[in-house]
């Protein structure tokens, strides 16, 4: 589990995000990403859609993502807030190509924050 002061928790948080971040779509899932003045440290959110399934299918989805985020922790981009959204294909991908997939978008955030 993510501590609790490095989770998005409030819609207005998450709308935020959406409305004035960058977004970046992988096979698996979408991340957004907010660059933020304020923190000193990254916060991340986790979204599924009701069209993704059942709230079994929809938490499975979530705790892989989540699983994943947890790992690469010292990639996040610093003073961001990140929204990962989930796709169907997450839930049949192996840990070690959504591992490779969320690297390869932090990748790509990173890179559009220096242009």
């Known amino acids: 589990m993510l501590p609790r002061s490095v989770r998005l928790r409030k819609t207005h948080e998450f709308e935020q995000v959406y409305q004035q971040g960058r977004r970046v779509s992988m096979e698996g899932f979408t991340v957004y990403a907010l660059q933020r003045k ?8 986790f979204v599924t859609g009701r069209r993704l399934g059942t709230h079994g299918v929809r938490n499975r989805a979530k705790r892989r993502l989540r699983a994943v985020v947890r790992a690469l922790w010292e ?32 990748q790509k955030l990173s890179a559009g924050d220096s242009v």
């Open 38 to 45: 304020d923190a000193s440290h990254s916060r991340v959110g």
């Open 75 to 106: 990639y996040l981009p610093p003073h961001h807030d990140l929204v990962f959204v989930a796709r169907q294909p997450v839930l049949r991908m192996s840990h070690e190509m959504l591992m490779m997939q969320v690297r390869q978008a932090l």
